[in-house]
């Protein structure tokens, strides 16, 4: 299909970026440093939730050095991406332990630092929501007393007044009522768990100066420099125009840094003191518990089927943490209401799906985007139907796969372009994971078992999410490659280059990268996000090769004088396809063609390329009826693991990813993203998580004590395999992968674990402790 004929999509390539990594020579945004730069720090509450009577700035303006001290009063103004419900700085009271009251500016980081700490602030401790659940219970304390007055900016999201929703979806697909009393065989289960953390290498950092004819000048570790232009304009009245952001490679997002966070507090800081540059960046501590980490979840799944395991009606119930702000947790509830039943057939659904105020540190992207969080939920409630039913596991999800012919949740038509192949997923994933061998064996006092899961995901963008390329020749033919993807571990830039290279019949070396993000002159992308740049970018990569392959022939027709039908490029050349042998090299064309007396012809070759998502709508706000996304992707997961009973610790012997991405660009780089994703979803599974106190007050606000898979602790194996059903809209075929080793291991190895314990494990994370007082609940 799209592979056929392909010299350099489809191959192992190394990354671009791979030797001045090794090196240590790549520049990060927290290497920006220029003389008389000023440093800014931050006040952060001691409370979860409290009046703010008074802020005593006094001793921070003793502090040397100090050239600003700004409290939210001076701002008072509300922010956001989604609903604007979030001051930059705290004005009449904090919600989250961590929230920002006051930003200081200095000459030197530590004089910042000082004048921060001297800060001292009067509170009138308020009551606190302590969960989702606590959250939605009626006459509970209201985070925010009037949401619904908060500005919406994308029209989507649904506030209830008097009420700690911050917004609401709908999906209504058939009768659920009627499906669910004629079910033969029914299961209800309950989800939790608390929120986690991004951990990315590189902690949040942002750096802004106002020139003196009023540009403003951005650099951030950001993975949507354009939204950060949007925010500015909207929010602080800026022209559009005069906002440049620049962005360097990232060390790490996995989603956290997707929205606009510390850029409003540098602008500020820079304003305030007569536009010098003024750089902000979080400190580990900072960046975990003031910065936005990723939701908390309380779930009930109902699952109503046959006697014969096909499922004839589902319900969810979402209640999402968002924490203190909506930020990106409104649009990660739409995303869990519209794949809400995982990628099966179910004829008759019922969804509410909740963004929750608490008082804990507000939520924002996380890799997955609900996927991991309703793929838990979901399929942990088909092991339960499972067992009820005495089906093994990976039948009944054989039985009730998703297939071309079927609708989503919201009603969107699958076929064989959007939608992936499950059924083999399926089946590979439980060849590699030997599951024919038994999934629950003991010896030698050990237990091994092994868990299943089936995933998938829509991206769910924009609608009108789009993305530009440029491609410029120099005058050796080789051809500079610009837009405004962002490089964050995940090889974009490298997939990119192979497209461009493919279309253009050079080779990977030949096509020169920028990997910094200049919005001056690198044409407009929606974000780095959704697993959408390779799809997105690539399109506008794939369109700009071929518009400067219009215009190499149209210059070499003129010197080789045929026609442009009678040419082809490749092999760094312009040739006739009938005689190959007669052709102009790119090189001689790159800078427009010069004859030998003198004239010359055309100029540079330049290509532009553009792609926009297509026949994409809203869903609607009681049915949820819509189509969000271009296509899905599908994928199976397993794990294998070794419990030892006697105290419930447990080693994960092999972890297995099967997903279905249409063609692959880059073998080796998708593999490693597989990989990654799989260690994060198994860490946020087996031991991430914040925990608070009964004043909502985090108690492991370090990495030494908020706990992540360490090394040693990986599994012994990581198996990834493909299948690859080509997607017509996709570049060569390909559909996005950047989330997907994450979303189904958490459910994977709740799965592998309850079947160890023979104990239904429904919470998050499972650390040994829970696991035991489990099991010791039941007996």
Known sequence: MFSKGLTKVGQPQQRIDALEKVEGTLKYAGDLSYPDTLHAKLATSTYAHAKLKDIHTDDAWKVPGVRAVITGKMFPFHIGPILADRPPLAIDKVRYYGEPVALVVADNE????????????????????????????????????????????????????????????????????????????KVTAKYEFNLSDHAALETRTCSVEINPSGRVIVHSCTQSPYTIKKVLNQFFNIEVGNIVVHVPLLGGAFGGKGTVQLEPLAYLASKMTGGKLV???????????????????????????????????????????????????????????????????????????????????????????AHPEL?????????????????????????????????????????????????????????LINWDEGQRTEKEGKIKAKGISLFWKTSTTATNAQAGAFLTFEADGSVNLNCAAIELGQGTKTILAQIAAEELGLETDKIHVTMEVN?????????????????????????????????????????????EEDLEVGGGRVYLKPSPEYGVELKDLALGYKFPNGNAIEGQIVGYGRYIQRHLTPMDKNTGFGKPGPWWSIGAQAVEIELHPEDYSYKILKAVTVLDGGTIINPATAAQQMRGGMYLGLSFASSESFIFDGNGIVQNPQLRTYQMLRFGEEPDEYLVDFIETPSADGPFGARGIGEYGVIGMPAALANALSAAVQTNLNRLPLIPEFIWKQKETLE
């Open 110 to 185: 530590y004089q910042a630092k000082q004048a921060a700490l001297s800060i001292k602030v009067d509170y009138e401790p308020l009551p606190v929501v302590n969960s989702a659940k606590e959250a939605f219970q009626k006459g509970s304390p209201l985070v925010h007393e009037n949401s619904e007055q908060y500005q919406k900016i994308i029209s989507n999201v649904y506030p209830v007044a008097g009420t700690n929703i911050g917004s609401h979806i709908k999906i209504r697909k058939g009768d659920f009522s009627k499906a669910w009393e004629q079910s033969e065989v």
């Open 279 to 369: 750089r902000l960046q979080y400190d580990r501590e900072e960046d975990l518990i003031t910065a936005p980490g990723h939701i908390g979840l309380h779930a009930t799944v109902r699952l109503g089927a046959t006697k014969e395991g096909k499922l004839t009606a589902g319900q969810y119930t979402y209640l999402i943490d968002s924490g203190a702000y909506t930020d990106q947790a409104a649009g990660i509830t739409r995303a869990a209401a519209l794949d809400c039943t995982g990628p099966y057939d179910v004829p008759n659904v019922w969804c509410d799906s909740y963004c929750m105020y608490t008082n804990h540190l507000y939520a924002t992207s996380f890799r997955g985007y």
């Open 375 to 431: 793929t838990f939920a979901v399929e942990r409630t088909m092991d339960q139907l499972a067992e009820k039913l005495d089906i093994d596991p990976v039948q009944l999800r054989l039985i009730n796969s998703i297939k071309p012919g079927a609708t989503s949740p919201t009603q969107t038509v699958l076929n064989a372009n959007n939608i992936g192949d499950a059924k083999k997923c399926l089946e590979r994933a439980k060849e």
């Open 519 to 563: 919005t001056q002159y690198d044409p407009h992308q929606w974000r780095t996000v959704a697993s959408s740049t390779t799809f997105l970018a690539g399109r506008a990569v794939l369109a700009a090769a071929k518009d400067a392959k219009t215009k190499l022939k149209r210059t070499a027709s003129i010197v080789l004088k045929c026609s």
